[in-house]
């Protein structure tokens, strides 16, 4: 049997070889493993990691480029505040539903439905899975509803991906849709807007960041995010850029339903301009389309 000392030695052997390592590689891009070490505070942190972080973060404050989404991460699941007022004023609620009328039926529709063919990958610690949601309408109806676009028809949408996170589990900064930056899939396919529901309080930690927009939005039960992925000319817009940051206290439930290009060529209209975003009527007015850093 082991040991409450064998254990005890195995950790504080595992932390100082961190930290002796950490010390030494001078890391300009910091995996988000890294992270939570500022955050737990563990006893005897390298002093090196505390330096090079607060150091990345006064230089290259404000620059929320593609080469710096690993700083604008911490950043941002530390805190930060990295938008300036006129960013701000463009985020808007598309809808407001009491929690009681949306969120619990969601919660139900969903939790009925889990099963164990769930999966982890690496750059991803969550737990994954997809529900068949063929025959049940009512979801993507909801959907369709809060988010203005076509939902429900065939191929319009893909099943809805459930995500379960445990304490310290994250997403690293990744795109949802490269569209025709990387691949030559049908545009149909393409994953033209992400609607992201949160299922649960977080007690600390699970922002879902938007490293080069700048912003996070804090999980609470019963609201949603929903964001663009492409240019309307289908090319990615990097300022969809976005990770989970780790859950430092309790965990996490979410849900992502990617909804398609191919089914909204009716009533969003192709762009004839590079990088030109999506326009989108609130209360029937046309917002104006910021300008937000993207990769280049
Ligand atoms: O859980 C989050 O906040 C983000 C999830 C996500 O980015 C994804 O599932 O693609
Ligand atoms: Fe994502």
């Known amino acids: 049997m082991t040991s409450i000392p ?3 030695f195995s950790l504080w052997t595992a932390i100082e070889k961190h930290n002796m390592e950490f010390d030494d590689a001078i890391k300009m891009d910091l995996e988000p ?11 005897n942190d390298s002093r090196g990691a505390r330096k090079i972080r ?33 960013e701000k004023s463009y985020l808007f609620c598309c809808a407001k539903m009491t929690p009681s009328t949306y969120e619990n039926q969601d919660y139900q529709l969903v939790s009925k439905k889990m099963d164990k063919k769930a999966y982890v990958l690496y750059h991803r610690t969550s737990v994954t899975y997809f529900f068949k949601f063929s025959k049940e309408k009512e979801f993507d109806q909801k959907t369709e509803l809060l988010t203005g676009m076509i939902v429900t028809k065939t191929n319009a949408s893909e099943d809805l991906q459930v995500l379960s996170y445990s304490v310290g589990a994250h997403i690293s900064p990744h795109v949802d849709e490269m569209g025709f930056t990387s691949h030559t899939n049908q545009p149909s396919t393409f994953r033209i807007a992400t609607w992201m529901l949160y299922l649960n309080d977080v007690k600390l930690g699970g922002e879902t960041a938007f490293v080069s927009a700048g912003v996070r939005a804090k999980p609470v039960k019963g609201s949603a995010v929903l964001w663009f992925n492409i240019f309307s ?7 969809s850029n976005h990770a989970s940051c780790p859950i430092l206290l309790g965990e996490k439930w979410g849900a992502d339903k990617w909804v398609k290009y191919g089914a909204q060529i009716v009533n969003r209209k192709c762009s004839l ?5 999506y326009q989108y009527p609130v209360n029937n007015v046309y917002l104006p389309v910021p300008k937000i850093p993207g990769r280049n």
């Open 6 to 8: 064998f254990i005890e």
């Open 33 to 43: 493993a890294f992270f939570d070490r500022e955050i737990s505070h563990v006893p």
């Open 233 to 239: 000319d289908g090319t990615t817009d990097w300022a």
């Open 54 to 86: 607060n150091l990345q973060q006064e230089a290259f404050k404000g620059i929320r480029e593609f080469s710096y989404e690993s700083i604008n991460y911490w950043s941002l699941c530390s805190g930060e505040q990295l938008q300036t007022e006129i």
């Open 273 to 277: 301009k590079q990088g030109e975003r």
